[in-house]
Every structure is written in structure tokens, then in C-alpha cells.
């Protein structure tokens, strides 16, 4: 089953922007994780957040997690056409595997 | 190569065949994990390895379905008698078994089932 619902489902941005997209979940987590792919290849890992930390940078990637509203935002300053994909999150839990979300599309208009 | 090592990368079977995918993790990392991913969905857990031992099973993995992991090492995916529903793409992640480590996946095999 899937725990993680990414919204909005798709955003559509201007090179330069900001992109802001959320993960909401259902369960006690000890991690989440956000993940990008491009059509139709593999995941590619981006920042694991744990469930005792609240922000986490990684070059221009910005990802909160808030245990108490259990969600997750992932911010990507100044995007880039390259950008575009979609990203995932996925929750990890004590049972060792983790489930993933439905995505959130990203389009960076150049 | 120190990524994730799936093969093949596309398979095109006939209903009713069966099909085995591989895959190589990551070399240090004895966890082991098979997801299942289709058009416009986020990837479907399917089972994971702790070393060779297959520790849980998502109830997606019908009895069609089997994995193995018999070294520790590489693992396969064998599908059984295909049915056009078994169409995805099959990834393959590893991570090192600890708690909040990253698991990093393989590029995937695509299967069509015509």
C-alpha cells in the first residue's frame, strides 16, 4: 500500500523559480525519503530527513518534515529545465521497508 | 559500477511465459529490496532481503511470483505463466539494513506482456 500522497499532483514553473511540493502521510515514521525520476527511468535519491530533525538542506534542495501534521515539504530554489520530473517521497518505518507516495509532477519551463 | 545493476532493462514476453529479472546491489549493502511500478504511480513494495533470508512479502506478490536472494549477494524476480496485468516496470533498490540509511535504486527492467 502506498502511505505518502504528494501534492500537488503536477506544477508547471518558470526556469528560476521556486518549486514547493508537499508529502502527507499516515503512520509513525522513522524517516522519509524524496526521490526524483525521470520519464520512464530509475529513482534517484535526493535527502533522507529523520524523524527527530525538522530541515535539511542539500545544494538547492530544502526539505522540512513535521511529525506532529505528519507531512513533509521538499522546496527546489532557482530550478533549472532540468529539473523537470517527478518526485516521490517515501516513508520508512520500524517494518524496514518503506512506502512511496503518488508523485508530484514538475514541469520547469525554460 | 557501484550502483544498483538491473537486467534486462526491457523484456517483451508472450502471456502465459515465464520471466526471471536480476538484480546486483550496491556490494556493501545487505538489504535487499523489489518494487513494482506502473504508468503514472508511484513504485508498489513488493518484498526485501536481509542478507539471503526474504523477511516480509507485500500481498501484491501473488503466489506467481517468487524472489531469491541465495548468496546474499544478487537477487532474482521470477514471474510465472505472465498475464498482460503483470505489465511495469520491476525496480531494485539496496541500502545498507540500518535504520534511517538511504536506499538507492537500479535503473529498472520494463516488462510488456503481449
Known amino acids: 500500500s502506498q502511505q505518502g500522497e504528494e501534492d500537488p499532483q503536477a506544477l508547471s514553473i518558470q526556469e528560476g523559480e521556486n518549486a514547493t511540493m508537499n508529502c502527507s502521510y499516515k503512520?509513525?515514521?522513522?524517516?522519509l525519503q524524496w526521490y526524483r525520476q525521470n520519464s520512464g527511468r530509475g529513482l534517484v535519491h535526493l535527502i533522507l530527513?529523520?524523524?527527530?530533525?525538522r530541515e535539511k538542506h542539500s545544494g538547492r534542495l530544502r526539505v522540512t518534515l513535521d511529525t506532529s501534521k505528519k507531512s513533509s515539504s521538499l522546496l527546489i530554489t532557482a530550478s533549472r529545465a532540468a529539473d523537470t520530473a517527478s518526485y516521490f517521497c517515501?516513508?520508512?518505518?520500524?517494518?524496514?521497508?518503506?512506502?512511496f507516495g503518488t508523485g508530484t509532477s514538475l514541469t520547469v519551463i525554460p | 559500477d557501484t550502483g544498483v545493476s538491473q537486467d534486462p532493462r526491457h523484456k517483451i514476453t508472450k502471456r502465459g511465459q515465464n520471466v526471471t529479472f536480476r538484480c546486483d546491489p550496491i556490494?556493501?549493502?545487505?538489504?535487499l529490496y523489489w518494487y513494482r511500478q506502473t504508468l503514472g504511480q508511484g513504485p508498489e513494495f513488493l518484498t526485501y532481503?536481509?542478507?539471503?533470508?526474504?523477511?516480509?512479502k507485500s500481498r501484491l506478490l501473488s503466489d506467481r511470483f517468487s524472489a531469491e536472494r541465495p548468496k546474499g549477494s544478487f537477487s532474482t524476480l521470477e514471474i510465472q505463466r505472465t498475464e498482460q496485468g503483470d505489465s511495469a516496470m520491476y525496480l531494485c533498490?539496496?541500502?545498507?539494513?540500518?535504520?534511517?540509511?538511504?536506499?538507492?535504486f537500479g535503473q529498472g527492467t520494463r516488462l510488456t506482456v503481449v
Open positions: 517515501a516513508t520508512g518505518s520500524t517494518g524496514n521497508q518503506f512506502y
Open positions: 532481503f536481509q542478507n539471503e533470508a526474504q523477511l516480509e
Open positions: 533498490a539496496s541500502s545498507l539494513g540500518q535504520v534511517n540509511t538511504e536506499a538507492f
Open positions: 503512520t509513525s515514521i522513522n524517516n
Open positions: 530527513i529523520r524523524s527527530n530533525e
Open positions: 556490494s556493501e549493502h545487505n538489504r
